[in-house]
């Protein structure tokens, strides 16, 4: 609705006598106060004062934030919601692992061994006596160390990279991509797998590994929003003023292409956890006695046929992690992009 | 169309080296020095020397560089086994039938459910079926193959004694790993068919073709799915890749002797040109799947087709 349809129908309800509501005066408001002050000054006279504070306070909302319509979208997704209560879930457990934990990660009780679920230890015992429950609550703290360190360093490096190779163009973007291509012409687990037998297990390194793997596809998405924004004229309004290139690219070119990153951000913490459990489970990522759910997996696959629970527990503890990931990681997608909403 | 596939065979050839260049410097940066890992502990200091000319270590980089892409694009050499000293690219070989077997049998089951099950999602959006369907989907992506193979171990064979739990000898050890890898895919390739029918029933020539009053079933066999799978395919064939990929942990959990298992004992006793053959490997059969979808993305999609005429 143009603006002069809104004082149209603002002047036509002040003429009916009918007080405009707030949301209803979305034009110009300067013109709908004087409007209103005029009326109301040859109506009551000695009203004027009070009336023109009235006045003041039907000014209309300020306009909502594109990141509030995106939150109002999410929170109306329930798939969406269900991944947030199970990530916010991991992350309580994670910072509260100590309290909920009744055994500490690496405490043996050597006459408890393999014991299967019970009052004392709801998911049973390992080969060593110690509690899975505690265990997997503690593995809780490894996978979002890894899932979020691995993803925040592909997007630091992918989005420097994507950046630069979107917005210079030319011989250096080539260099770029080309590196991009090669690197995704090994499949990304096989890549990470290379990249730790390379560097030795151990936490880090696993971080390295999977951020590392992940890298080119941050790279891709952020050239190609770059490549898109680029020529807009904001762009070229902040260069007329005298921006430099790097103010340009982190001041007006990224904060609008956060969408597709937010969300192939969350759907990437998924893949590192799961990439970072499948490299501890073939024993190239994080060495026991460090709870990491795959690690534990990996053990029990030993004892697969008299100890089951040894398996599903950590088993469903990734399954669930990774699902409410991809819930919220979709329900994002949809709330970014509506068009994209199949 | 010839011309279209050259092209692609010649974007292939720089992809491949810089991959090999890759996987040299990861092996080459690898901690170890590889002459001690091949005589073992009790080798002398000078044995040790000896070996490390004879081997070119102690030449630059790019040397040993230069002449190991040499040896993989003129002869097919990918070295030798410090292990066993037997011929890597004969050992990759011998061992590709079973890994190739397992990733296809997994893109078959993968197919086979994927698509139905894509297709009746979107014409039923929205109903009991498809939400149920998205669901598992959904559940399917997020299970580690890993652990889903592990589960299926428990319950198959472990419990109910229907399969065996490892090894790849009969087409009954085949079953087990092929649903396990194959499900996960399904589901991916099940999101894909239905968001790419849904976009494809909203066409205008959708309408057309049911305002002249087609049977729903002709509309949707032939008109819709014709256009719906071209990007399905690319899913198939980048799925394949993955399954090539993530044959080392599939191999790992039912013990199946290929590609993937041979990798992770490798990397276990440092045996580096293995490795390094494995991973190239791999990416050059990734590399020809995803060629292969390139072109038969040109021979489905006429509008490639005649770019190229």
Known sequence: MSPNNDNDKNKDLMDRGVKPKAKDLTGDTAVVKNYQSQTEILS????????????????????????AEVWKRLIRNKAAIAGMI?????????????????????????????????????????NFGRDIFSRVVYGSRISIQVGFIAVGVAMIVGGILGSVSGYYSGRIDNVIMRLMDVLLAIPGILLAIAIAAALGPGLVNVMIAVGIASIPRYARIVRASVLSLRDQEFVEAAKAVGANDFRIISKYILPNCMAPIIVQGTLGVAEAILAAAGLSFIGLGIQPPIPEWGAMLSTARIYLRDAWWMSIFPGLAIMFTIFGLNLLGDGLRDALDPRLKG | MLKYIGRRILLLLPVLIGVSFIVFTLMYITPGDPAAIQLGEQATETQILQLREQMGLDDPFIVQYARFARGVFTELDFGRSYRTNALVFNELLSRFPTTLTLAATGVIVAVAIGIPVGIISATKQYSLFDNAAMMFALIGVSIPNFFQGLVAILIFSVWAGWFPSSGYSTPM??????????????????????????EVIRQDYIRTARAKGQKESVVINRHALKNALIPVVTVIGLQFGYLLGGAVLTETVFSINGIGLLMVNSIKMRDLPMVQGGVLFIALTFSLVNLFVDILYGFIDPRIKAQYK
Request: hydrophobic share 40%; no cysteine.
């Open chain 2, 173 to 198: 050890h085949m079953i087990l790993p092929a649903l396990t890898i194959g499900t996960s895919s399904a589901a991916m390739i099940t999101r894909m068919t239905r968001s790419s029918m849904l």
């Open chain 1, 44 to 67: 009551h006279p000695g009203e004027v004062e009070d009336k023109d504070l009235d006045v003041k306070s039907i000014t209309p909302p300020k306009r909502k934030s594109q990141w």
């Open chain 1, 86 to 126: 199970v990530i916010v879930i991991l992350l309580l457990t994670a910072i509260f692992a100590d309290f909920i934990a009744p055994y500490h990660y690496e405490t043996q009780n050597l006459q408890n061994v393999r014991m299967a679920p019970n009052s004392d230890n709801w998911f049973g015992t390992d």
